[in-house]
């Protein structure tokens, strides 16, 4: 399994913009489709945004869509979730996992995850 680390979460307003990053471990990151999923206080996980080994081809969340944008660089073994336009029900931990195939949007689906990243939307 690759290691998977989140960062570059935080607080800020309604309107604005954060770039998480994922940063992975070992080449066998090139290997792994990588998804972005978040989990609010007391609700369940859910699937926002994943891409393809390649890069080629993506898939959102309709909650998302339009606003948030995954990429990667298999260069550096990192994967990035541009968020803009950010709402108060963005507000979650955000977590970068990896799988085998990028349309796979359920959690129990993923080979490997991160710790988190916070990310905290005010009004």
């Known amino acids: 399994q690759v290691q998977l680390v989140e960062s570059g979460g935080g607080s800020v307003q309604a309107g604005g913009s954060l770039r998480l990053t994922c940063a992975a471990s070992g080449r066998t990151f090139n290997w792994y489709a990588m998804h972005w999923f978040r989990q609010a206080p007391g609700k369940e996980r859910e699937f926002v945004a994943a891409?393809?080994?390649?890069?080629?081809?993506?898939n959102y969340a309709n909650s998302v869509k339009g606003r948030f944008t995954i990429s990667r660089d298999n260069a550096h073994y990192m994967v990035y979730l541009q968020m803009n336009g950010l709402k108060p029900e963005d507000t979650a931990v955000y977590y970068c996992?990896?799988?085998?195939?990028?349309?796979?949007?359920?959690?129990?689906?993923?080979?490997?995850w991160g710790k988190g990243t916070l990310v905290t939307v005010s009004s």
């Open positions: 996992a990896a799988s085998g195939t990028y349309y796979v949007t359920q959690w129990n689906g993923m080979k490997s």
């Open positions: 891409v393809s080994v390649s890069g080629d081809s993506t």
